[in-house]
Structure formats: structure tokens, C-alpha cells
């Protein structure tokens, strides 16, 4: 058996706005393949946690490490794949096509025009097969789904050969109809890819038949484990302040 390598080590992070402090004192880990998702009331802080892993705000205290290697070190920025909340919902008014988005993520990757066109082209190619957006090439990106768009942007986030995708409410925008095939879309990649990810979500039982580990927060981390384990009435007490008993349908999480 291959020993597990870890991919985000976070530990006693805290973060605070001003005088209002938004994450205390958290710490967790995860391997390298992992599934992840992470729940919590609206202002427990999950969009501040994804954009602290990011390096997009640094903490006042605490340390992070991403594949082993301090946050504050790491250079390699084309590993880490953000797609942000709203993303897809944006009013994209300038013509800008699939094919040029997704390229955009070989940007960091770029060494000579030549390898652009070479290398870059192949990666931009297999990004879309994995995506299943290849008859989308030539579109506008005003012209998408919302569902459509989340997928060119993770396509961009994988041509850019991201070992980790953090994907905050990926669902927001997408119909009821187009969420299960994307949803099966996020497992094909963990699975195939062995691609990292994690996923924010305000939709607990969808989330919880999704991921391997969830992650319980509000502003500090309530639980770590798998979803069957944490989703206990004492830890949505702790959530959300009161007596809430989670019900989770159809199959067990994978």
C-alpha cells in the first residue's frame, strides 16, 4: 500500500475583519486525492477558510502548508484551481470564447510560442475531452448555462494542470436538472484525475452523499471525518445553535 501524501496542512489558523474574528484556532489536514466538502450556517466563515487555502488573504496566525511546502513559500500558483462563488453567474458581456478561457489557464505554464502551440494545445484539448465541452469551443461564454460555464471553468482550472480544485457553491446558477450530471462530473475527476478537491456547500444532504470528508464550521472547526460520522445532532447544535437532527436520503456517501 502507497503511503498517503499530504496535500493541504493547515494548523491553528486564525483570521479576523478588523476586530471581528472569522476563523479561530482551526486545524485539520487533508491527503492528496481527497474529496472534501465543507458546511456551515451563512458567516461561519467557509468562503474566507477557501480564500485563506488560497493564499488570496493571509491569516493572523497559524500556519498552512500546501504539498508540503509553507503557504508563504509556494510558488507553484498554477496547482491551485479556485473557482469562486458567483463565478458563473457573472454578466460576461465581451466576446471572449470557451477556447480562449480555458487557454487563459496555460498562461503560468507558457515558455515559448512554440510551446504554446505545441504542448499548451494538447493540454487545452484534454482538459475539454475530461469537461465534455469540446462542441463548446467556439462559443461565447455569454451564450452558456450556468452549469456550462462552471465546467469551462474547471476545464481552465485543469489545463492549467491543477493538482487541487476548490470550488465555493459550484452549484449556485446551475438548474436542478444539470446538478446530478455535474455533480457525477466532480466524482469522474477525483476518481480518474486523483485531482484534490474541495467543495463548499450550503446544501448538506446533496454534499454529504458527494464527499469523502466533510469539514463542520463555524468559525472554528466543529468536526473532521466521513459525513455518516460528524452529521450528529450535537454537531449541528454546535453549527447551527440549535436542536437540528440531520436527515440524509437516497444512498451512502462514496
Same mark, same amino acid.
Given at each position: ?11 491553528? $489558523? ?11 484556532? +482551526? =486545524?485539520? =489536514? ?21 480564500? $485563506? ?41 465581451? @466576446? ?7 487557454? =487563459?489557464?496555460? $498562461? ?61 457553491? @459550484? ?25 484534490? +478537491? ?7 444532504? $446533496? ?45 451512502? @456517501?462514496?
Amino acid at each position: 500500500m502507497s503511503k498517503s501524501v499530504t496535500c493541504i496542512s493547515v494548523r491553528n $489558523v486564525s483570521f479576523s475583519y478588523g476586530d471581528e474574528e472569522v476563523l479561530q484556532d +482551526i =486545524s485539520f =489536514s487533508l491527503d492528496q486525492g481527497e474529496y472534501a466538502g465543507i458546511i456551515g450556517p451563512n458567516g461561519s466563515g467557509k468562503s474566507t477558510l477557501v480564500k $485563506v487555502l488560497t493564499g488570496l488573504l493571509t491569516p493572523q496566525k497559524g500556519e498552512i502548508e500546501l504539498f508540503g511546502e509553507s503557504i508563504k513559500k509556494f510558488s507553484d500558483r498554477h496547482a491551485i484551481g479556485y473557482v469562486p462563488q458567483r463565478l458563473s453567474q457573472m454578466d460576461l458581456k465581451f @466576446p471572449v470564447t470557451v477556447n480562449e478561457v480555458i487557454a =487563459s489557464g496555460r $498562461v503560468t505554464q507558457q515558455k515559448t510560442v512554440r510551446h504554446f502551440q505545441k504542448e499548451n494545445s494538447r493540454a487545452v484539448e484534454e482538459a475539454m475531452d475530461v469537461c465534455d465541452i469540446g462542441p463548446l469551443r467556439s462559443r461565447l461564454m455569454e451564450e452558456l448555462s450556468g452549469g456550462q460555464r462552471q465546467r469551462v471553468f474547471i476545464s481552465r482550472a485543469l489545463a492549467g494542470e491543477s493538482k487541487l480544485l476548490i470550488l465555493d457553491e @459550484p452549484s449556485v446558477g446551475i438548474d436542478i436538472n444539470s446538478q446530478e450530471l455535474f455533480y457525477n462530473f466532480l466524482r469522474h475527476v477525483n476518481d480518474t484525475l486523483g485531482i484534490t +478537491i474541495i467543495l463548499v456547500s450550503h446544501d448538506i444532504d $446533496v454534499i454529504a452523499h458527494e464527499v469523502k470528508t466533510l469539514l463542520c464550521l463555524n468559525k472554528t472547526l466543529i468536526c473532521h471525518g466521513k459525513p455518516q460520522t460528524v452529521l450528529s445532532e450535537k454537531n449541528f447544535k454546535q453549527m447551527y445553535g440549535r436542536n437540528l437532527k440531520a436527515i440524509l436520503h437516497g444512498h451512502e @456517501p462514496h
